[in-house]
């Protein structure tokens, strides 16, 4: 099993900054690749953006540019950075985890979320 644990959630002017950080815990090994989502109230779960071990990175249009999304040496922990943040930027971030089991069977964990409030 995997547990992740999200945290670095809270209330932000439009305009400002925050870091949500994503530990990953458990039996972790061939990981594909670690991304964070969203869902704002009424709204799907939409994909902000994915990090792979090797360092590639892939963003939503949406957050081009202010997003940036890292990780460590021990690909433990996923960090998002998120700069000029706008009121639709609400909603509650998950952290997922993709990898392969021993058996090359692909598994997902999520986060149970850290909420992100944009307001004035």
């Known amino acids: 099993q995997v547990q992740l644990v999200e945290s670095g959630g809270g209330l932000v002017l439009p305009g400002g900054s925050l870091r949500l950080s994503c530990a990953a815990s458990?039996?972790?090994?061939?990981?594909?690749?670690m991304a964070w989502y969203r869902q704002a109230p009424g709204k799907q779960r939409e994909y902000v953006a994915a990090?792979?071990?090797?360092?590639?990175?892939n963003y939503a249009d949406s957050v081009k540019g202010r997003f940036a999304i890292s990780t460590d040496n021990d690909k433990d922990t996923v960090w998002l950075q998120m700069n000029s943040l706008k009121p639709g930027g609400t909603a509650l971030y998950y952290c997922?985890?993709?990898?392969?089991?021993?058996?090359?069977?692909?598994?997902?964990?999520w986060g149970q979320g850290t909420q992100v409030t944009v307001s004035s």
């Open positions: 997922k985890i993709r990898m392969y089991d021993p058996k090359h069977i692909p598994c997902e964990y």
């Open positions: 458990g039996s972790i090994f061939n990981i594909d690749h």
């Open positions: 990090i792979s071990p090797a360092g590639t990175t």
